[in-house]
């Protein structure tokens, strides 16, 4: 029974046409038919608007100044955008208009300059001369005076470590090399003298259970409590 519902039955086509379907074969062909039809037909609105200008275009058309505002609009790439806006801006950072046109390159200095100078403040000597001070400068585009101006009123933190974790680190005021060297001295000192009193109170603690004391004391508390 099962292998007789599997097989497959015979598709059987029918031997002579429809007549409805008959009458309904197109006598012409689509294109001779299409072409007719279109000619025929009058255009819509849709038509008109995709092979006729608009008010719009005509408007556009007459403007005389229509190509000069093109040009005034300019490239639309966005990225010509950026730089153009990223120039403007530099060259408002650099304009003032306190200071000479002839002026414009001098006493200018970024900040990791600004802080390079100020770490070679503190290898000079107290007594620096002049020559030294000009050698100095000569690394910038900074003027002598402007150069005492700023060792005067600005300077770098310098950390002073003296080997504590448990409090913040201080920052003293550095002026030249005799100064780095004293603070240096100092710091050194107090992480001694710590050093040495950790060293005192660790020898004063008494020395409480040895590790196989330790490891004694737990195995007997586990066979306690699997006895009876």
Not at 128 to 152: D, G, H, I, R
Not at 173 to 202: D, H, L, P
Request: no cysteine; charged share 30%.
């Amino acid at each position: 029974m099962g292998a007789q519902a599997s097989k497959q039955v015979a598709r059987k086509f029918p031997q002579q046409a429809n007549p409805e379907i008959l009458s309904q074969v197109p006598k012409t062909s689509p294109s001779s038919t299409h072409s007719s039809s279109h000619l025929n037909s009058t255009p819509d609105t849709a038509y008109v608007a995709d092979d006729y200008k608009s008010e719009a275009i005509e408007e556009d058309g007459r403007d005389p100044d229509f190509a000069k505002k093109l040009n005034t609009i300019g490239q639309s790439d966005s990225m010509l955008q950026i730089m153009r806006q990223r120039s403007q801006l530099e060259k408002a950072e650099d304009f003032d208009p306190l200071v000479p046109k002839s002026q414009k390159a001098e006493n200018r200095i970024t900040i990791d300059d600004l802080y390079s100078l100020l770490e070679q403040r503190k290898l000079l000597p107290a007594s620096a001369s002049s020559q030294e001070l000009q050698q100095l400068t000569s690394k910038y585009p900074l003027n002598q005076q402007t150069v005492q101006t700023l060792f005067k009123y600005v300077n770098n933190i310098t950390p002073f470590d003296v080997g504590s974790e448990d409090e913040r680190q201080r920052g003293v005021w550095v002026e030249n090399r005799e100064g780095f060297k004293s603070y240096i001295q100092q710091a050194q000192t107090i992480t001694k003298k710590r050093e040495e009193s950790r060293k005192a109170e660790k020898a004063d603690k008494p020395n409480s259970a040895q590790p196989d004391s330790e490891r004694r004391r737990k195995e007997k508390e586990l066979e306690d409590l699997f006895t009876d």
